[in-house]
């Protein structure tokens, strides 16, 4: 399984941005996809997760602003941020789950297969 994350870049406060994760495979709709984040001095973190029916599953500080969402026809999960802030600043992951992880899948162990990352910076 290959991922392949994009969309990142150099935006302003209060935009929003949709990052896009493009997977390999024959059977990405039976994936189960998450998103994390690696800011600038901190530990890799959750972010949003997806199962294979669109059940959604959020970090509390992300609720209400992050939308996972996917297309099965494209092979595609989706990360759309709205209302940025500099907080947001950080390196975002895609990856997806492991087949016999349990729901929700917020630990970086629950996932086998990582994309390289894309940078989103937000300025103030």
């Known amino acids: 399984v290959q991922l392949q994350a994009s969309g990142g870049g150099l935006v302003q406060a209060g935009d929003s941005l949709r990052l896009s994760c493009a997977a390999s495979g024959s059977f990405f709709s039976t994936y189960r996809m998450g998103w994390f984040r690696r800011a600038p001095g901190k530990e890799r973190e959750f972010v949003a997760a997806i199962g294979w029916s669109g059940r959604t599953h959020y970090a509390d500080s992300v609720k209400g602003r992050f939308t996972v969402s996917r297309d099965n026809a494209k092979n595609t999960v989706y990360l759309k941020i709205d209302s940025l802030e500099p907080d947001d600043t950080a390196v975002y992951y895609c990856?997806?789950?492991?087949?016999?992880?349990?729901?929700?899948?917020?630990?970086?162990?629950?996932?086998?297969?990582w994309g390289q990352g894309t940078q989103v910076t937000v300025s103030s």
């Open positions: 990856a997806r789950v492991r087949n016999t992880q349990y729901w929700p899948p917020i630990v970086e162990g629950a996932y086998d297969y």
